[in-house]
Each structure stands twice: as structure tokens, then as C-alpha cells.
């Protein structure tokens, strides 16, 4: 018979690396907000921040609108859409490189 002891719940607890994290451990998304709440102080990236949301929501409803209409047109402006909303991440990763301090490991130059 099969040890109970060895048994593992995998719903309870993930393995990366040998180092088992719990059910409520969320270690990128709080680093994440770690670095992103100095650089949301930033005016440019509010903005950022706002435009990107716009152009998602205005790309949800052209996706839809082409998926309707089959426009090759319509698909064209979306793809613009989409990679307009490329560049905007793109601006606020500069944000957020402006305002890292160098060091050691990561010169930035």
C-alpha cells in the first residue's frame, strides 16, 4: 500500500524550482505593482495608462465590427490599432526605465 504521506495536493500548493508556493502566493503580480506604483505618480504615464485603455476598447469594438462586416478595410485599421497600442506599452516601459536608478547589474546605457 501506497505511503500517504508522499501524496501531494497540486491544487494546494505549486513546485517552481523545488521551492513549493502556497495557494495565495502571488510573487510577479506584487512585484509588479511593487515597480509600477512610483511610475504611476507620473503624469505621462497616467496618460499612457488612459490611451491604452481607449485604444483596447476601441480595438474590442473594431474586432467585433470586422467580424460582422468582413471589411479587409476595417481589419487593416484594426491591426493599426493594435500596434499603436504596442507602442504605448512600449512608452510607458520607457517611463518606468527613465526612472530606474542605475546600478551594477543593470546600467541602462
Same mark, same amino acid.
Given at each position: 500500500? /501506497?505511503?500517504? $504521506?508522499?501524496? @501531494? ?24 505593482? $511593487? /515597480? ?7 503624469? $505621462?504615464? &497616467? $496618460? ?13 469594438? %473594431? %474586432? ?5 462586416? /468582413?471589411?479587409?478595410?476595417?481589419? @487593416? ?20 526605465? /527613465? &526612472? ?10
Amino acid at each position: 500500500m /501506497e505511503d500517504l $504521506r508522499l501524496r @501531494s495536493n497540486p491544487i494546494k500548493s505549486f513546485s517552481v524550482g523545488g521551492k513549493i508556493l502556497g495557494k495565495h502566493s502571488f510573487p510577479v503580480f506584487t512585484s509588479l505593482l $511593487r /515597480e509600477l506604483k512610483p511610475v504611476y505618480k507620473d503624469n $505621462r504615464f &497616467q $496618460r499612457i495608462v488612459w490611451l491604452g485603455l481607449v485604444n483596447f476598447l476601441s480595438l474590442l469594438l %473594431l %474586432l467585433s465590427w470586422c467580424n460582422v462586416t /468582413e471589411s479587409m478595410g476595417l481589419l @487593416s485599421y484594426t491591426y493599426l490599432i493594435f500596434f499603436d497600442t504596442l507602442c504605448l506599452c512600449i512608452c510607458a516601459l520607457s517611463i518606468w526605465v /527613465e &526612472q530606474k536608478k542605475p546600478n551594477a547589474l543593470y546600467t541602462f546605457g
